[in-house]
C-alpha cells in the first residue's frame, strides 16, 4: 500500500472519529440538560424544591418575555417562584418538545388563580438556552385564553415521561 493510501485511510478515520465524538459529547450534553429540565420541572416548580434553583440555574439567568428581557440570578428568582407557586399554578405540557444540543423547546398551557381571585388560562412557547448544563436563557411567549389542549397528558410534575416516548 502506498503512502497516498495509508494516508487518505488515516484522514478519513480521524474525520470518523471527530465526526463520533461529536455525535458522542453532544448526547451528553443534551441528556445533561434534559436532566436539569426534568429537576426544574418535577422538583423546583411541581415540589418547590427552591434549595435546587442554584444548582439548575445560571448566575445570571436572561429571560425574553412578553413584558421585555431582564436577567435574574437564582436568589432573585427563587423569589419570583415562591410568589408563583401562591397562585396555585398548574402547568400542562403536551407531547410536544424538541432537543437540539443546548437547546430545549416544549409547548405547554398553564392554569392559576388571578390577582382577583379569577383563573387565568393560557399557552405558551417557551425555549430554553443551557450552559454548562444549567438554564442560561429562555424565550417565552404567553398567550391568554385557551389552554392548547382540553386533554393536556402531562404535567410539570412527569414531564420525564415526555423524554421516556422520545
Request: charged letters at 25%; a neutral charge.
Amino acid at each position: 500500500m502506498n503512502n497516498n493510501k495509508i494516508g487518505s485511510l488515516f484522514f478519513v478515520h480521524v474525520l470518523i472519529i471527530l465526526c463520533c465524538s461529536s455525535a458522542i459529547a453532544n448526547e451528553n450534553i443534551e441528556s445533561k440538560n434534559i436532566e436539569t429540565l426534568i429537576l426544574w420541572n418535577e422538583e423546583v416548580w411541581c415540589k418547590g424544591r427552591v434549595d435546587l434553583v442554584s444548582q439548575l440555574v445560571a448566575p445570571s439567568y436572561t429571560r425574553h418575555e412578553n413584558q421585555g428581557t431582564r436577567s435574574v440570578t437564582p436568589s432573585e428568582y427563587v423569589l419570583e417562584i415562591l410568589a408563583l407557586r401562591k397562585r396555585n399554578i398548574e402547568l400542562f405540557l403536551p407531547n410536544d418538545i424538541g432537543v437540539d444540543g443546548n437547546l430545549i423547546w416544549t409547548r405547554w398551557s398553564m392554569r392559576a388563580d388571578g390577582p382577583n381571585g379569577d383563573k387565568i388560562t393560557g399557552r405558551v412557547l417557551q425555549t430554553y438556552r443551557f450552559k454548562n448544563g444549567k438554564l442560561a436563557e429562555t424565550w417565552l411567549v404567553f398567550t391568554a385564553g385557551e389552554m392548547w389542549s382540553k386533554d393536556e397528558p402531562f404535567t410539570s410534575c412527569n414531564i420525564s415521561e415526555l423524554f421516556k416516548s422520545r
